[in-house]
């Protein structure tokens, strides 16, 4: 048992690249010396189950084509590691890759055709870590293949600590397989540079084994594009999917983005100040752990943007397929363009508990922009469609749970709501006190339940319904006449040749990077996008009617999509004295 040094560069089992010309084997401990480059060149067991099994000073690098390495100990490194195609590095226990230097790189260069592998054996997990507030962690790879990152055994262990005070750090993976993970906490602390990398591009990670699998912290500023996942797949399981973005900070110059992502059972939990940019392509299948899809809240710098989601809240009691609030009144959460399908009687496609912009959002289900708390900040809901489907009478358009949002502070305008049964649908209603709303006009109803079920226990200060500006003035009673109201995934699916089912368009979707939902190779059928998903759903949504035609707010169009395929005016209920105020002008010119 020794700590052996190289003496020069050469092939690892070569006694003449060591020191004493013995090449280190199992029991030992290898020092790769600066300025040295030992190749792997057969498998090898390396370490004595204690402290640090390889070392790279700083200058020496440590390289491996094609074989396998088992490392019973920590790998310290002031130097670097360079992985090739068909290798695979083993950490054989709860063992640590500690960066040292200022300096270190641990690279993984696969192909498409030949991965490579970094991983803990199995029941264990493996940790990045730094040594020192000043050490700077540097992990890029490509095509790997990455198992049991972070800890098996305690959940005070990150699967990535960094400190970085000064320096620049990265985590640069593209198209890596990440599986069997445990807590991947990603914690950047103190000051590290604005260059500093955290970035997943075209990644996938699947079978989760901690319940919060993924969370990264940072109060600091960044460079535009340098932090977060892009175009990748994620699948939780029925109790661990959490994936988090939290800080204490308020001085973020660029965004942390989710782009263009597929997720199954998974919770995106924004907590932090950071400024967000989430696309999502989503499904809630087996998780029970939690109701929200998307969680933002306490923002600062302009706050999070929601836009451009699918999200299938599956069958879930009471699911809130995007969750906002906890904003300063100033840097407003924006949530647009999104849309979103609940089958429970009482799901809700966003839940807002504080100042937010809600816009151009269709929501299929039990209600549309909820709130179930007593709000202090003005609220502005515009232009977003709700297709009501289930029988339960206290849902809606726009609804008040259990507290009545704060008086005179909710706005809905240019908003559309389409019954499918009129003795159950509902306008915008409060199921607890009366709810005093802002404002609320120029909106369309259609098979919604009559005898004051529009508005149902609501009310608008010191005006009277349907007869005053701010108060159902400007409502119309149309049908938007809709391309396909029914169109939910599964329909989707059928048009794409599928087997008609939510399940069977995620199982595609999820293949986009090449692996399906168990993390095996699959092959991607490019027509399972998320665009176009969008674009099949805001075709089907689009009202084809005139009447709804600049017949919102400021002469937008009514609904979360523009009036398309115009045909000729069908029949429609409107306010006849609503028209006079709002033309007489034009008859008198």
């Not at 300096?103 to 260069?109: E, K, L, R």
């Not at 730094?130 to 095509?143: D, E, H, I």
């Not at 929200?292 to 397929?321: E, K, W, Y």
Request: aromatic share 10%.
């Amino acid at each position: 048992m020794a700590a052996i040094t190289s003496t020069t560069s050469g092939p690892r089992s070569v006694g003449s690249t060591w020191v004493g010309g013995i090449a280190p084997t199992t029991g030992d401990t290898a020092i790769i010396a600066n300025g040295h480059n030992v190749t792997v060149d057969s498998a090898w067991t390396i370490g004595t189950g204690a402290g640090a099994a390889i070392t790279a000073d700083a200058g020496g690098t440590l390289t491996l084509d094609a074989y396998a390495v088992t490392c019973d100990g920590d790998v310290s490194l002031a130097g670097d590691v360079a992985q090739g195609a068909g290798s695979t590095f083993t950490l054989n226990g709860n063992y640590n890759i500690i960066y040292t230097g200022s300096s270190g790189t641990w690279t993984m260069n696969g192909t498409s055709g030949n991965r490579c592998t970094l991983q803990a054996a199995s029941t264990f997990g493996f940790a990045i870590r730094s040594a020192a507030t000043t050490t700077a962690v540097v992990l890029r790879g490509t095509y790997a293949n990455i198992r049991r990152w972070g800890r098996s055994n305690a959940i005070d262990e990150h699967a990535t600590t960094i400190y970085s005070n000064g320096v620049k750090s990265e985590i640069d993976l593209t198209n890596c397989l990440v599986t069997d993970y445990w807590r991947l906490r990603f914690a950047i602390t103190y000051t590290p540079l604005s260059t500093s990398i955290f970035r997943f591009t075209r990644c996938d990670f699947r079978n989760p084994l901690y319940t919060d699998v993924m969370e990264y912290t940072t109060d600091t500023p960044h460079d535009a594009n340098t932090r977060g996942f892009f175009d990748c797949t994620f699948v939780g399981t029925a109790a661990n999917n959490n994936v988090g973005f939290t800080s204490g900070g308020t001085t973020f110059g660029n965004n942390f983005y989710v782009s263009n992502c597929v997720a199954e059972d998974v919770h995106f939990n924004n907590s932090g100040g950071m400024p967000l940019q989430i696309d999502v392509f989503a499904r809630k299948n087996a998780y029970t752990g939690g109701v929200n899809d998307i969680t933002v809240s306490r923002q600062n710098n302009g706050g999070a943007r929601v836009f451009d989601c699918i999200i299938d809240g599956g069958n879930r009691l009471n699911p809130h397929m995007i969750s906002v609030s906890g904003v300063d009144g100033t840097n407003l959460n924006t949530i647009e363009d999104n849309i979103t399908f609940g089958y429970d009687a009482d799901a809700n496609g966003i839940l807002y508990t504080d100042s937010a912009i809600i816009r151009r959002n269709i929501s299929v289900g039990g209600s549309g922009p909820t709130t179930a708390v007593a709000g202090t900040t003005a609220i502005v809901i515009e232009r977003c469609t709700h297709i009501h489907t289930t029988s339960d009478v206290s849902a809606g358009l726009g609804i008040s749970e259990t507290s009545v949002y704060g008086a005179g502070l909710v706005t809905f305008r240019s908003c559309l709501m389409y019954g499918t049964a009129a003795a159950t649908d509902r306008g915008i209603r409060s199921l607890a006190a009366s709810w005093t709303l802002a404002y609320t006009d120029y909106n369309c109803w259609y098979n919604v339940s009559p005898s004051g079920d529009v508005y149902n226990n609501v009310t608008v200060t010191g005006k009277t319904e349907n007869v005053d500006l701010g108060f159902g003035l400007y409502d119309i009673t149309a049908s938007p006449t809709m391309s396909n109201v029914n169109a939910t995934l599964a329909t989707w699916d059928t048009s794409l040749g599928g087997a008609g089912t939510v399940a069977n368009a995620f199982a595609e979707a999820l293949k986009k990077n090449g692996f399906d939902s168990a993390g095996s190779a699959a092959t991607f059928n490019s027509a399972y996008t998320k665009s176009n998903a969008l674009a099949y759903f805001r075709a089907a949504f689009a009202p084809n009617n005139v009447t709804l035609q600049a017949a919102g707010f400021g002469g937008e169009d009514i609904g979360a999509l523009a009036v398309i395929n115009v045909p000729p005016i069908g029949a429609v209920n409107i306010n006849i004295n609503s028209l006079d105020n709002r033309f007489g002008s034009i008859r008198r010119g």
